[in-house]
Structures are given as structure tokens and as C-alpha cells.
Nanobody, 117 residues
Framework: QVQLVESGGGLVQPGGSLRLSCAAS????????MAWHRQAPGKQRELVAS???????NYADSVKARFTISRDNAKNTVYLQMNSLKLEDTAVYYC???????????WGQGTQVTVSS
């Protein structure tokens, strides 16, 4: 089993920045990739960014050049640096982890990000 704990959400004005953190514990050696997803009210959950254990990262088109995903293997932590935040970035952000094959099947509890003036 893998446990994921997110932190770093909050309220920010448009154009501002936030950094989310996701600390992993448990059977972390089984993790191949980690990702951030988000779900806005009334919308489906979407993949925002992912990073593999080889540090290969991918981003949703809507966040490219604004968000950066990174990992600190020594701390078993993945980060999401969010810059130039927009109103439409408002959502609950979830950290997730997966093994090499299959879907993301380990999830954190979520952290709220609200972008508002």
C-alpha cells in the first residue's frame, strides 16, 4: 500500500503562485509514476501533470508553461509549482501514484486551490 498526503493549497489572486506538495509513504518502491489531478465543481477530474521515476514529465495543455512538476526522491515527495494562476485553475487537486502498468490507484485526500480576486 501507498499513502499520499497533499499540502499547500489555499486562496490566491489571479496571476499568483502556489506550490503543492505530496508526501508518499508505504510501499514507495512500487511506484513508477506520480501525478496531480484536479476536479472543479461540476466537471470531471482531469490529469494536470505527471512525472515518472525517470523524471519524464507531461502536462495538460491548459497548464503548460505555467505549472512545473518535480520530485525529491530523498524526501519521497512530489511538488507542483503553479504560476500565473487563473480563475479556471480553481479546483480540488489530488496527488496520485501508479505502478508501471495500470491506472493511478493510490490517491491522496485532495487539497483545495481557489483562485479569486
Amino acid at each position: 500500500q501507498v499513502q499520499l498526503v497533499e499540502s499547500g493549497g489555499g486562496l490566491v489572486q489571479p496571476g499568483g503562485s502556489l506550490r503543492l506538495s505530496c508526501a508518499a509513504s508505504g510501499s514507495i518502491n512500487s511506484i513508477y509514476a506520480m501525478a496531480w489531478h484536479r476536479q472543479a465543481p461540476g466537471k470531471q477530474r482531469e490529469l494536470v501533470a505527471s512525472i515518472t521515476k525517470l523524471n519524464s514529465a507531461n502536462y495538460a495543455d491548459s497548464v503548460k508553461a505555467r505549472f512545473t512538476i518535480s520530485r525529491d526522491n530523498a524526501k519521497n515527495t512530489v511538488y507542483l509549482q503553479m504560476n500565473s494562476l487563473k480563475l479556471e485553475d480553481t479546483a480540488v487537486y489530488y496527488c496520485a501514484a501508479k505502478r508501471r502498468y495500470g491506472d493511478y490507484n493510490y490517491w491522496g485526500q485532495g487539497t483545495q486551490v481557489t483562485v479569486s480576486s
